[in-house]
């Protein structure tokens, strides 16, 4: 209820703050029997790392996560699977100054509006690095899917404007913005230092496409499988629109050139995303999300401060350009987590 | 864990089949000593009526509504709301034809590959129809955000392209697109023609604003209201893109465009939508939502039967050129179930 | 959250009050492709209903269960059903005088203090007439039970303190108080009698067993088998104490009594009664629960007024001697209500 | 689902195995603002520490609770509380001897057959170290009843027979086996060095008395307030039945004899033990547990290995000979989170 839990079956509690001891999360519901170690999570956990990309936060995060239950000789047991990643690296002090101070664009305002106490210090509970905890589980719903050799393919399709034409997905990880059209991705780094110079910041497109989804997936009538990745998706920081499929082109398509013909092959165009009324239709996946820019930008902005006397702020300090393309194996996580719980569910289907 | 029901406070559990003997829904969790009466739920219930628009599909539904539960004396007492809405003039001879084919753009075949059976008399639980119980439920969440005067406003941003460019509140009601801007409706209503003597139907955009909303309502970090939003409007059927604020847009806004300036009277712009790290920051929280074409189309489609064999298809009697109108009032009831569940989950906050 | 719903995957969400047009319940979760029919539930719910037994309240209830979706050409379909059995026969002018009274051992107290409000006829929610619904829900239950070979006996161990000796599983519904033991039987009836002619009314124990449960059912910690048939159970109006196989013995047991030992051919004693750590173990499932006797008497009581002054109260009317035996269908069905849900939950670990 | 969760709002998640590296708590929705620290938590953990008591295992758990998250500055944020206690000396080796052997009265041969895995070291998650982490949660949600003044106090009422006559509350922590009966205490003491001179075990009956409870709290119909209090005390390990109020008592009670009377001075005794209808009514809740007892001895026992072939067992090692009394805190923490999460959710009845 307090919206830290994700899912039904395959379910994810996260904690933690960024600049508390630690940062984890509680994954209960997890098949028993599944080959299980830590560094089965390491990989995702490299993507969403700051400093890997040239762009990013010299913030060094280790990120390294320790599994404290669940496992047993290196395999799941079906008991609750506690991930935890210790908070080291942390510099308090750099926020001291944002203490009394709302930043536009951050949770600072809303979460004092709502709990009447905030921890300031990068941000507490609404910190990107909250997300740490979502990529760790996330590879773990992953081990989930790869029983039923489901992937999830996550990519940089846009950033500050610039969107790749090509998509070849072998690339993708091969540079700096997880972007799988090299060309694009090499215009996308003269943008980036262009906006650094200018102490601003950047926003994107992420999608994300699933293959290898049996048909029969979402549940009537408010837990569609669209709805649950809208959810899924919109619940990372910075993302502000999610589309499905041909997603916010279908509001000026006509009935004959929206709806996907079917074939005894399967589906012969794919606006539907891969779901109908719902539920997967056995094609490809398709989720769009759109991704605002970093908030933290060191030209100055206008705000208020607690007692909401106005006050003129440039935030310095280590912050990324953009949430991409970091967030990339974060919106990832989130559609491994939905699909996963959703696999779980359709099995009392019988 | 089946998907039917949505909240958590404010808990409805919607039920029926679009040709079975009726629809209702369950809301549990209303608090005591509202003032109900099915009359109260009478006129959302209207805007949903198919044949209320020039436009719109000639079947009659009554749609009266009959409060089983929960209320005495006129009061709401605490105990759950049973609403019953029975289908009448259900003329399923009709959809004997589709008994064997999968409709394209419906969900004729994932409903068959999840439960391998289907009520293929209009679309069963998948027909637009369920949504007269979610449009009854969320009358009855307007008057629990009526006692903190929270209004919900919905509209046909745009439809077949036709976008409107005055936002006049004062005319919604008055014209048969539900539109905000009188111009823009008449030209709405020359493309509705065309395109139906083509046999072909339109998408569009719905838009929502909610206003009067207290800051403080949403959950970090898997419930945030945008998040919640989104999985609320997104479970809406036809609904294929769910944007917040500037929505797409901020994929290529700077971070000095995107953020909003604090000042000591509330927030100088709404790229935000009302929304901050998923909490309601006091501004207007505004939604859209794409809302793709009807499948239900005259024109001859390619398809297959149960047997996985090719067939052609075209659908005939009584269908709407558009979910728009009648998709307005249901989305609308999705924003305002979701902000009921917020605003009664935040009084734990204490 | 607001109590009306039970179970996780197989899950009933129960609505109506005693006196007012309909109660009611909606599965959601239950299988597809299961038979299911109106005369489906009539057994059990003949078995609940009052005048059934020589001693039970004359007031007449046909119970006529109602399916109103979720069923098709006589199939379960997975989408919700909607079961609704109409009040005929309601007197609530019986009720006028209570109004300002709160009857000892009924919620009248409770449910003013809760809510600030109350329907005072017959109980309105608090009624024992809410257990309609959960018996039509059992006898699904029982259907999804069926599969898997699964039986629940339930049955009426003591009345009035006279205790079943004999356990003869077939004549427990050839008498009137569903006893397995004859002989006990004719000395309950003649026990009922005395009570009734004093004004007053009668406790016992309700036991019951399940047969053909599979070993593996239940989840720790907290969703143990044993606990979900504790708040199960408990949750019957009159229940004041849920006993798990050797119950209340084991407080003065050893060890080396208590403990069951396992042999090859299974447990050789059955202290545990089928749950060990929470889980099944493949042995008979016992549970027992002690019923209070029914509140209303018409021997004079001492309470207070609306308005906190003091009272004395005779009920007259339409009443039972006990909640015994119309509450042995009761207590099965919640017991099959848990199987079906924890069977179904263990479908997802695999 | 997996069922290591308890709560809907005040919402708890544990996880950890006797021998893993450590147990721990997640608490979502705990109100901000409340004063806590890791020190608070050491009174009650302590009261369930082996070897504090003289009968008890010499194990060394010194228990020392660490919280991760969700406190800043000595006060609750809102966010969720992480709680880690890390296992220290743990002899795994002892166990190895029963890696292919189910103990009786153990969840060996139930988890075996759920999970098709089990870690048998020290009883994995099924051991009674998981309790760990409900003490400590139990100890923030009394924080919470704190603020509203409702007071828990849990005894040992019976162990082995014997059972308290006096009440005395001020001396329950002055004996080994936090009995309110100092004489009653001195006898308890002579039975346990009986009955470990045998190798055998006892078990007894724990009582829970809360005082101050405002009326009103409790969910009809379902989650009534002695239902989830009757789920979250049997979710304790070796509890084998639940009371409340009178208990299995009202079976024998005519109704003029159960029925408790109301004065203008509140109810004139308390056989419903402070619940109607699953509602407080003002009066002291009064819930008693029967304990089985401990079903590790070193007496002989008779059981089957992995293989199903025949085995003789003897438990040898440190082994309490009765769960009472450290789970009396135990019991004492699930009653705490039952009235926390309770009292959270009566405020949305407003």
Chains 1, 2, 3, 4 share one sequence.
């Not at 210090?121 to 039923?148: F, M, N, P």
């Amino acid at each position: 209820m307090a919206g830290n839990t994700f899912g039904q079956v395959f379910r994810v509690t996260t904690w933690g703050e960024s600049h508390g001891p630690a940062l984890g999360v509680v994954i209960d519901g997890c098949p028993p029997r599944i080959p299980l170690s830590a560094a089965d999570l390491e990989e995702e956990l490299a993507r969403r790392r700051p400093g890997v990309q040239a762009h990013a936060t010299p913030r060094r995060e280790p990120d390294q996560v320790e599994i404290l239950s669940g496992v047993f000789e290196g395999q799941t047991t079906g008991t609750p699977l506690s991930l935890v990643v210790y908070n080291r690296d942390v510099r308090s002090r750099d926020y001291d100054a944002l203490k009394e101070v709302f930043r536009p664009g951050h949770g600072d305002f809303t979460y004092q509006a709502k709990y009447g106490i905030r921890d300031h210090r990068g941000g507490g509970r609404a910190s990107a690095r909250e997300t740490v905890a979502r990529v760790a589980a996330g590879a773990v719903a992953q081990k989930v899917l790869d029983r039923d050799h489901i992937q999830v393919v996550a990519y940089t399709l846009e950033l500050g404007g610039i969107r790749a034409q090509n998509l070849d997905e072998g690339i993708i990880w091969d540079n700096h913005f997880f972007c799988p059209d090299a060309a694009a991705a090499q215009v996308m780094a003269k943008r980036v230092q262009e906006v650094k110079a200018q102490g601003d910041s950047l926003g994107g497109v992420v999608e994300v496409r699933v293959k290898g989804c049996p048909p029969g997936l979402g549940e009537p009538v408010f837990d569609k499988l669209d709805a649950a990745l809208a959810q899924a998706v919109m619940s990372v920081g910075a993302v502000k629109a999610v589309e499905i499929g041909a997603g916010l082109a279908v509001a000026r398509m006509l009935g004959s050139e929206n709806n996907d013909p079917i074939t005894p092959g399967g589906f012969a165009s794919n606006n539907a995303g891969g779901i109908l009324a719902g539920i997967s239709n056995g094609a490809e996946i398709v989720v769009r999300a759109a991704v605002k820019p970093i908030p933290s930008i060191s030209r100055e902005q206008q705000t208020i401060d607690l007692a909401g006397q106005p006050r003129s702020l440039s935030i310095k300090g280590r912050h990324d350009i953009s949430a991409i393309p970091r967030i990339v194996p974060v919106i990832a996580a989130m559609v491994r987590l939905t699909l996963a719980d959703f696999l779980l569910r359709q099995r009392t289907i019988k």
